[in-house]
């Protein structure tokens, strides 16, 4: 490891997350034992498999759910990300303006913003202590041509019925001292959590709804009717794929959505003169206008959690299941936060961690039942996916159920993308992107406007 990198000496990578660490990482329970007879037969006990079977249980008591989990609930993303329950759409307002209009693209973002809300509501009723703290989130710029995507972001925003209120400019010293940032935003509209006691949570209500979670059961093949696992067959009228970054690990869903990686680190707990010193108060998420973007939390104990790209994509849609990270990326990373943040280079990194979100070819979300087939699924969240995956859990509620509300009327359900090209054109595309954005990023320390290179990373990969 690289000498300016300081690990402590309890450092730990992978393990498949810090946020793990205190409670021990889960031994999965019991697994599927022969054929199964189910209603509805869910494919992936992460966030979305689990507030989907959280509400229709609660919609319908009677219905017989049942969970099919490759590992254990929040094994994947949902144990892994870097705790943001942001408002922030998961998909491009444009995009979904096409085919719903901009009103109904200003229903999904204000669904987005009442979700936040909804998952701290459901976290008080069910007794769910994830260290979720309402601190809103700050966006800051370090260079000219960030600030004038800053200013840009914030102006196109009122066009999607993103009020003051909701989003504005600041004082980059008036929350979060960041060194060198020269312009920053910020918005209400952004909790913090722990993602392990989320999701652990959120398995214990729905068990106690009367939920049963197979866990050690992976799912080979989906198909009409039918979830099949090396263990049994289950049959239900519905079917549903809550599998995200793991979809291409599907019989025929390989090109799916991309798997792409995103790695963080955490620090070992900070004094209290370093927060008083960054003037980080409360529990604000952080953010910034970089093409190669990062993204932070001060947690609970006191640490930062670190996150951004580092390896972002396996050949052939592949995934490290254990998060494993590889040292270039922690350095990395550890550079950036100690030039984020030059007063926490007397901390050390206490652990680095990996996993993987799932991307739609055209970057936009999607929830989805077939009434004819039973199948459905939700996902695609491109980073978004704490908050979102409340939002589908709802809305595949009321698909399951036939009935027609305002969420089933929503731009992002039943939506369509195309499939990613074939290897190895997709592994190509998604390093050129990234290539490209780092010498973007490096080149727009001196420039006022946007790299072209960056232009041309979102024209390949269509971003």
């Known amino acids: 490891m690289n000498a300016h990198v300081s690990l402590s000496s309890g450092f730990v990578n992978g393990d498949v997350s810090f946020w793990y660490r205190s409670s021990g990482v889960p031994s999965p329970g019991p697994r599927l034992d022969g054929d199964l007879q189910a209603d509805v037969a869910i494919v992936g006990a992460g966030y979305t498999g689990l507030w989907t079977a959280y509400y229709l249980k609660q919609a319908q008591p009677s219905l017989n759910v049942v969970v099919l989990e490759k590992d254990f609930a929040g094994f994947g993303a949902s144990g892994r990300n870097g705790g943001w329950l942001t408002g922030d759409l998961a998909g491009s307002h444009q995009r979904y303006a096409r085919t719903h209009g901009v009103e109904g693209a200003r229903r999904l973002q204000r669904e987005m913003y009442a979700s936040i809300d909804e998952v701290i509501q459901v976290c ?20 000219p041509s960030q600030a004038a995507r800053l200013r840009a972001s914030v102006s196109a925003a009122r066009a999607w019925g993103i009020e003051e209120a909701d ?16 312009a920053a935003s910020w918005s209400p509209h952004c909790a913090r959590v722990q993602p392990a006691k989320l999701v652990r949570g959120l398995a214990r209500a729905v068990r106690e709804l009367g939920v049963t979670v197979y866990e050690r059961t992976p799912v080979t093949e989906i198909a009409p009717g039918l979830a099949v696992t090396p263990f049994g067959t289950v049959r239900a009228r519905h079917v549903l794929r809550a599998t995200e970054g793991f979809t291409s690990r599907l019989k025929g869903l390989r090109r799916q959505w991309l798997p792409m990686n995103s790695s963080l680190i955490v620090t070992e707990p900070l004094p209290a003169s ?7 108060a409360g529990s604000e998420l952080l953010g910034d206008m970089a093409h190669y973007y990062m993204y932070a939390q001060r947690t609970a104990d006191d640490r930062i959690a670190f996150g951004g790209r580092g390896r972002p994509y396996l050949y052939g849609s592949r995934v490290d299941a254990r998060g494993h990270t590889h040292e270039q990326t922690v350095e990395a990373l ?3 936060l100690i030039d984020f943040f030059p007063a926490a280079a007397s901390s050390s990194v206490a652990h680095a961690w990996s ?5 739609p070819r055209d970057w936009c979300s999607t929830v989805h039942v077939d009434p004819a087939t039973g199948l459905g699924w939700a996902g695609g969240y491109t980073g978004h996916g704490v908050t979102t995956a409340n939002l589908a859990g709802r809305t595949m509620r009321d698909l399951v159920l036939g009935e027609r509300t305002a969420l089933t009327e929503l731009p992002w359900v039943g939506r369509r993308v195309r499939a990613w090209e074939p290897e190895p054109l997709r592994w190509l595309g998604v390093h050129a992107m990234y290539r490209l954005y780092r010498v973007a990023d490096h080149r727009e320390r001196s420039m006022a406007d946007t790299s072209v290179l960056a232009r041309m990373a979102d024209l390949i990969t269509g971003h």
């Open 274 to 280: 370093f927060w008083e010193t960054v003037g980080w």
């Open 124 to 143: 008080e009723k069910e007794g769910i202590d994830a260290d979720v703290v309402k601190g809103g989130v700050v966006n800051v710029a370090r260079t």
């Open 355 to 359: 996993g993987v979100l799932g991307v």
């Open 334 to 336: 550890w550079r950036l």
């Open 167 to 182: 989003l504005r400019l600041v004082d980059p010293a008036e929350r979060l001292r960041v060194a060198g940032a020269v």
